[in-house]
């Protein structure tokens, strides 16, 4: 029997929406590693004040894109930049399906002339996979899903982040010397004994640091290493609780809705789309509805990926992307919940708040736009979310207010009055980190 695709899913429930609302369904956080180790509220601060670990092996897809076609296809099937794009330096990968909006994105890291290794969310490697197979581009793909999917077998390569004010200092010691100089989302190789593998300069939540990426074959030595010489400078290890965190501060909307569901001429696309994949059950809830999918889709220019745009190639999307530049309704926020009203609403002792909601964000009784990840942030004192907003609403300072509920999906108006409660909320910049957003890509 075959597995059912998307397409087939959708078929079945009647529409994109019907197949992906869900009400208040379990928040993704990283798999196989602890919940906590020290405790979130410590491991948040870690990255602020000395040196956290962050274990990556588990929770992102890596797919291997390999051949002397390599080039030719991401730049046909993305909107980044490739005559500009260094062996050992990485790139947010922005592919974006016909109509302009984005497929999702991920980091590109360029290994050799012609090979690539894509990372994170699988969406974006299902858009390149099945465009090589539909163009005949002489590549090959090697692909290591992501924990969940994995079978229990062990990931092919370990991905250690180490971030912090004393980061610089931490890897000077486990290296014996300074990381050779090395330029944001740029990597050097570095070795421990005979071990070799490459330091990628980045950071989230705006702190610096690196990551460490090399054979899975060496992960427990180069982890033992990390946490042995770590011990001296009070290194934090962060839990699953925590670590998704750190994409409120430093901005990074990790969730956009994939722009394929409903266009007529994707509809082999999805097909080629399994239904049990991230596409078909990755889940939408929260205070904001609609029945209309594209109403959940974002701009690239939306998320802050204009400086990753570029338009000096041919691509799936060019033109339609190109006329949405002067057409961009939204801006990209960080709202910051009144602690009074979330007490209010979650109780004395709301706990550790982590969801994807798309929650309605409202100025009076208007519709100023949607929230995509809400977090407590203990240095804030209370839960951040990062939003999309209309620009007359967009400006730091500017009071609006979440309606924070799940509204029961297909079925009831998308503007039904349901008794949520509306918690107040300041607007500040995204980043809300000053250091991510003045200073850590200065030399990008």
Not at 179 to 208: C, D, E, I
Not at 367 to 377: E, I, K, P
Request: proline share 8%; charged share 20%.
């Amino acid at each position: 029997m075959t597995a059912p695709s998307l397409q087939d899913g959708i078929d079945r429930a009647g529409s994109p929406v019907k197949l992906l609302w869900k009400r208040d369904p379990a928040p993704w956080v990283p798999e196989v590693i602890e919940p906590e180790y020290a405790g979130w509220r410590q491991e948040q601060a870690a990255w602020h004040t000395g040196v956290a670990l962050s274990d990556l092996s588990h929770h992102m897809s890596d797919t291997r894109v390999e051949g002397p076609d390599a080039t030719r296809l991401l730049a046909a099937v993305s909107a980044n930049d490739y005559e500009r794009f260094a062996v050992g330096q990485a790139k947010q990968f922005v592919p974006v399906a016909p109509d302009g909006n984005i497929v999702t994105d991920g980091i590109l890291m360029r290994d050799a002339e012609h090979t690539y290794t894509l990372s994170g969310v699988p969406a974006a490697q299902n858009w390149v996979t099945y465009h090589a197979r539909q163009g005949g581009y002489d590549v090959t793909f090697v692909t290591d899903p992501s924990s969940a999917f994995r079978g229990g077998r062990d990931p092919m390569l370990f991905r250690y982040q180490v971030q912090g004010p004393l980061a610089g200092a931490f890897t000077e010691e486990v290296f014996g010397g300074p990381v050779p100089p090395t330029k944001f989302f740029h990597s050097s190789p570095v070795s421990l004994g005979s071990t070799r593998f490459r330091a990628l300069r980045h950071g989230m939540a705006g702190r610096p640091g690196f990551e460490f990426v090399g054979p899975w074959r060496h992960a427990k030595a180069v982890k033992d290493t990390l946490m042995t010489v770590g011990a001296r400078f009070g290194l934090v290890h962060v839990g699953a609780l925590a670590y998704p965190t750190a994409s409120v501060e430093s901005g990074w909307i990790a969730t956009p809705t994939p722009a394929v569901y409903a266009a007529p001429d994707l509809a082999d696309y999805r097909d080629s789309l399994p239904l049990y994949g991230v596409e078909g059950q990755k889940p939408l809830h929260g205070s904001f509805f609609s029945e209309n999918i594209e109403d959940f889709y974002c701009s690239p220019y939306e998320l802050g990926y204009a400086k990753a745009i570029s338009f000096d190639h041919d691509f799936i999307g060019r033109d339609a992307l190109r006329a949405a530049r002067d057409s961009v309704r939204r801006t990209k926020v960080t709202l910051v919940l009144d602690a009074g009203d979330l007490r209010q609403t979650l109780g004395q002792e709301p706990g550790f708040v982590h969801t994807y909601a798309r929650n309605r964000v409202e100025a009076g009784t208007a519709l100023a736009g949607v929230t995509f990840q809400s977090d407590s942030l203990d240095r804030a004192g209370t839960v951040l979310s990062l939003a999309l907003v209309d620009h007359a609403y967009a400006a730091p300072g500017t009071e609006v207010s979440v309606v924070w509920g799940d509204h029961p999906g297909p079925g009831t108006d998308p503007d039904a009055h349901l008794g949520f409660p509306r918690i107040r909320a300041t607007v500040h910049p995204a980043p809300y980190d000053d250091h991510a957003r003045t200073r850590y890509r200065r030399d990008a």
